[in-house]
């Protein structure tokens, strides 16, 4: 398996990280697009955490494999600290978006075969955004998992600050707990593979984050842009972060049945407002998985739910 990490520049003066693991001849690839507050390595490959890495099992299967960061995560680019009073919050959706592009663009330089992408919570409005372009690259399909489309307003609290600057900063504790808080038994940890005791899962998924350019230096916290949290607010006050009703390619809307981020309704309306044809259109659920299925236990009956939606796709275009 071929493991490489790339440098890209989608506007001038910005370089973004992707992350790559593939297999001597790839029939194809996927890219991954993470949230609003963890990077790609951290999401889909972290560190010390080989069974947990969703890029090792599509490189396993047989695809060329991407992770990556949008500027302001991960090893891509630190957004200023602060911005004045009329300036707009780093790492918006059209940041991002031109972000998303440039890394396909390098993906089909890298791999021959349909791309399919894959978008995360956030990730899923960074694609849905993309891919209703009248411009939007050839994809084979996209994956709208974890969908954030119109969320209740609820979902900010405690992540927007009153008077947000350019970015926030998120503690270990704070990030377990956020976790934890969505698991309704004892111990949490126990549904990626822990105890009360240990949480090697979590543990991983965060040293992952903590050493890359998130990391504060002094604390054990991280560091996110707050443009996220801008158009997190703008869909819950009802701005639609983009129109299902335009993605043209098969698409796939999943979520773990347990996620109170990304709400049955919430994914069904996005569902539902997609025009692609029945044959093209899916909806599924993973029992038992949260916000953070893709590191959980029930993760490989999300990565093959993927793959089979993946493989149908291809085979169709």
């Known amino acids: 398996m071929r493991t490489e990490t790339h440098r890209i520049e989608p506007t001038e003066g910005v370089t973004i990280n992707l992350r790559e ?3 001597d001849d790839p029939d194809g690839a996927v890219l991954f697009v993470h949230g609003a507050t963890y990077a790609g390595r951290a999401a889909f490959d972290p560190i010390g955490a080989p069974e947990r890495s969703w890029l090792r099992w599509v490189a396993g299967a047989g695809k060329a494999a991407f992770a990556v960061d949008v500027r302001g995560y991960g090893d891509s680019e630190r957004p200023p600290e602060t911005v004045g009073p009329d300036e707009p919050l780093p790492s918006r959706l059209p940041e991002a978006t031109a972000d998303v592009a440039a ?23 960074i694609s849905g955004a993309l891919l209703g372009r ?24 405690g992540l927007a600050p009153d008077d947000p600057g350019a970015t926030r900063e998120l503690t ?14 004892e111990p949490a940890a126990a549904i990626r593979g822990g105890t009360a005791e240990e949480d090697p899962v979590f543990e991983a998924f965060w040293d992952s984050l903590a050493a890359s350019g998130q990391g ?21 006050a009802g701005e639609r972060p983009y129109d299902p009703a335009a993605i043209r390619v ?3 809307v999943v979520r773990g049945s347990l996620d109170p981020t990304a709400t049955r309704a919430d994914a069904l309306s996005v569902y539902d407002a997609l025009s ?22 029930r993760r490989e009956a999300l990565y093959e739910t993927v793959e089979a939606f993946q493989s149908g796709a291809a085979t169709d275009a």
Do not use: C
């Open 216 to 236: 504060v230096d002094g604390k054990d916290a991280i560091v996110a842009p707050n443009g996220t949290l801008a158009d997190l607010s703008a869909a819950a």
């Open 134 to 157: 009248p411009d939007a690259p050839e994809v084979a399909s996209v994956t709208l998992h974890a969908p954030v489309f119109d969320p209740d307003e609820s979902l900010l609290e």
């Open 103 to 125: 890394a396909i663009g390098t993906v089909r330089e890298r791999a021959s075969g349909p791309v399919h992408l894959v978008g995360t919570s956030w990730g899923t409005m």
């Open 172 to 185: 270990r504790a704070e990030a377990r707990s956020r976790w934890n808080d969505q698991v309704p038994t």
């Open 21 to 23: 693991r593939s297999p």
């Open 276 to 297: 692609v044809p029945d044959d093209a259109a899916v909806y599924a659920e993973i029992e038992g998985g949260t916000h953070f299925v893709h590191l959980e236990d």
């Open 250 to 252: 098969p698409t796939l």
